[in-house]
Structure formats: structure tokens, C-alpha cells
């Protein structure tokens, strides 16, 4: 049973557009990480949000933990084609990490 | 450069074969995850070490057999493998497998059973 649900699953861009990430479940998490996958290489961790409600900004991406710490989005501004990528959110349960279901974004120059 | 280091970065095996891959890192973490990545998909866990000790093992088949020689090594052997077992196989660290502390990935090994 897969527990946090991704929308999109794919999203293909022009550079300049902004996008929304979704991550949902009917689970409250004590906290939940995002990720972002390059081709080629292992997930790096974005961001983690703990507090119901948290927004957390990094340059152009913004996160935000939904109040009742069911939910997050990722937005970002601007795309580029940088951007291009696997992101992945993740919740803590029983002392070990679980991923969402992905969302590939591609960023067309 | 990421700091967990795996080799080799591509493998392909024949389903008779016996192959090994290696993880390492030197960060001082105490946890060491092994994941099967198909493409476009989430990591799935496989194993996970605590402290040296096998404390996850997801239901993952006899085939796969990982080891962890010390705090800073983790290997996975690897016998009769099926050509659905192809796949990305990432290792991870963390600094210690509570408290939310955040996974560190390697690069992966590229797996191909032919």
C-alpha cells in the first residue's frame, strides 16, 4: 500500500513556467522530506518541514507542510531546465523512511 | 561529488552469476540503507543497518544477501538473479535511523541481468 500519493506523476515544461508538486495521504507524519533525483545520480535531499502549517523557501522552490501534516506542495518559479528531475517526498514512520509515488519533471529550454 | 561512495557504477550478470556490490562512507553515520530503483519509480527499501546489525529486511528474496562489515561499509551479494531484478540499486546513510536524519545517497549501481 503505497501511502503518499505524488501529483503529477509527469510534467514536461517550457523554461519560465511555474509548476506545483503535490504529496497527499491520510496519514499525519511527524515530518516529511523532499528530494530531488537527477539523472544518473542518487536522491539529494531539498528540504525537510516539521511544523503543521511550515513554509520553507530555497531560491526559486518554495515547500509548504500542510496544516494538519497530511500534505505538502513544492512549488517552484521560473523553471529551468536545471530543474529537470525525479522529485520525491518521503515521511518518517517507525524510525525509517518511505518514499512517495515521484513526480519526473522535464524542463524544455 | 556525493560522499557515499559505490562501485561498480554499472554491472551487467549473468542469471548463473555471483557478483557483489559495495557501498561505503565516511561521514560517521551509523545507518546504512540499501534501495532497488526502477526507472522513473521511488527508491524501494531493501535492507536497512543500524549500528552494524540487520534491522529492516523488507521481504526481500534470498538472492539478494547484504553484508556490513563495519559501521562504514555495506555490501550486497548478489546469486541467480532473474532478469526482472535489473534495476538501480542505491545505497544510503544516515546519521542514525531515528530522529528523521536525512538520507545520503551514492550515485547508484547500474544492474543488468541478462
Known amino acids: 500500500t503505497q501511502l503518499l500519493e505524488q501529483s503529477p506523476q509527469f510534467l514536461s515544461i517550457q523554461e519560465g513556467e511555474n509548476l506545483t508538486v503535490y504529496c497527499n495521504s491520510s496519514s499525519v507524519f511527524s515530518s516529511l522530506q523532499w528530494y530531488r533525483q537527477e539523472p544518473g545520480e542518487g536522491p539529494v535531499l531539498l528540504v525537510t518541514?516539521?511544523?503543521?502549517?511550515e513554509v520553507k523557501k530555497l531560491k526559486r522552490l518554495t515547500f509548504q507542510f500542510g496544516d494538519a501534516r497530511k500534505d505538502s506542495s513544492l512549488h517552484i518559479t521560473a523553471a529551468q531546465p536545471g530543474d529537470t528531475g525525479l522529485y520525491l517526498c518521503a515521511f518518517l514512520t517507525g524510525n525509517q523512511f518511505y518514499f512517495g509515488t515521484g513526480t519526473s519533471l522535464t524542463v524544455i529550454p | 561529488d556525493t560522499e557515499v561512495t559505490q562501485t561498480p557504477k554499472h554491472l551487467v550478470m549473468g542469471m548463473t552469476n555471483k557478483k557483489s556490490l559495495k557501498c561505503e562512507q565516511h561521514m560517521g553515520h551509523r545507518a546504512m540503507y540499501w534501495y532497488k530503483q526502477k526507472a522513473k519509480k521511488p527508491p524501494e527499501l531493501m535492507f536497512v543497518y543500524s549500528y552494524e546489525k540487520l534491522s529492516i529486511n523488507e521481504s526481500v528474496p534470498s538472492r539478494f544477501s547484504p553484508e556490513c562489515p563495519n559501521s562504514s561499509l555495506l555490501n550486497l551479494h548478489l546469486h541467480a538473479l532473474q532478469p526482472e531484478d535489473s534495476a538501480l540499486y542505491l545505497c544510503?546513510?544516515?546519521?542514525?535511523?531515528?530522529?528523521?536524519?536525512?538520507?545520503?545517497f551514492g550515485n547508484g549501481t547500474r544492474l543488468t541481468v541478462t
Open positions: 544510503a546513510s544516515s546519521l542514525d535511523r531515528g530522529l528523521g536524519s536525512p538520507l545520503h
Open positions: 518541514v516539521v511544523t503543521g502549517g
